[in-house]
């Protein structure tokens, strides 16, 4: 647990303040008899209760931070749940299609059901480590641009829940998608774009793109420890496999 500045302050202060009194105690009552006992005793207990408030107030902080966390972190998940359902996976779908260097990486992104947390991480660290090549031509941006304007409500939306704060690099992912959106959108004729414009663009798709499949990858290990037959079928429509069989065979 990592203590924070007032804590330590705090902690110092009762350590202090318990030392002073044990030195009290010492000076005050040196000699033994009945009636120093009795005094002696009421001093330790006096001075043991600033330790037992230091050892209640830290253990009880910790363990009302350990349980804020788990809260704060399930409500995430069920909010990145609820965005790749809605409409996060067909983007992802959408916007790897246009990645006609995909296959070189696609192998290490498939999950499986013996996935292990390490095989997220080599997963992650391969899509980070991709370097995508943006086709627009593959893909159909005007269909791209009105899945994003139909959605757009919703990201807003998203992008206005406090709970998110504590998500950096969803919330990134949600200004990607969403700048992605509003450069779409603002173009008339995707068609008839100059070289230019259209590197612009293909950069916005890769920024959009990366976090979009990072989030993914954790979502899905996610639903692995929590959820297996979430998981199940989120393996079996990988937005990152076109091939992936939606029929469960074995």
């Known amino acids: 647990m990592r203590l924070r500045r007032w804590q330590v302050a705090i902690a110092v202060t009762l350590i202090v303040a318990a030392t002073l009194v044990y030195a009290t105690r010492w000076w005050l009552f040196p000699a033994r008899g009945l009636h120093n006992e009795m005094l002696r005793y009421l001093v330790d207990d006096v001075a043991f209760l600033f330790i037992q408030v230091l050892l209640v107030s830290m253990l009880l902080d910790g363990l009302m931070q350990r349980r804020h966390r788990e809260t704060m972190l399930n409500k995430l998940n069920m909010i990145v749940g609820a965005f790749f359902s809605e409409c996060g996976a067909d983007i992802l779908g959408r916007v790897a299609k246009l990645d006609t260097d995909l296959g070189e990486v696609r192998g290490d992104l498939l999950a499986r059901m013996s996935w292990k947390s390490k095989d997220y991480e080599r997963a992650k660290r391969a899509f980070r480590e991709h370097k995508p090549v943006i086709e627009l031509s593959t893909g159909d941006l005007g269909e791209l641009r009105e899945r994003l304007d139909d959605e ?45 414009d259209r590197a612009h663009l293909a950069g916005d798709v890769k920024r959009a793109y990366t976090l979009l499949g990072v989030q993914w990858i954790d979502y899905l290990q996610h639903l692995q420890v929590q959820y297996p037959f979430l998981f199940s079928l989120a393996v079996r429509t990988n937005p990152l496999d076109p091939d992936a069989p939606v029929i469960v065979t074995a």
Do not use: C, I
């Not at 919703?154 to 704060?165: I, K």
């Not at 969403?178 to 100059?194: I, K, S």
């Open 152 to 196: 757009k409500a919703y990201l807003l939306s998203l992008l206005g829940n406090q709970a998110l704060l504590e998500h950096e690099a969803f919330t990134d992912l949600l200004w990607a998608v969403t700048h992605l959106a509003e450069e779409l959108q603002v173009r008339g004729d995707l068609e008839g774009l100059p070289p230019t």
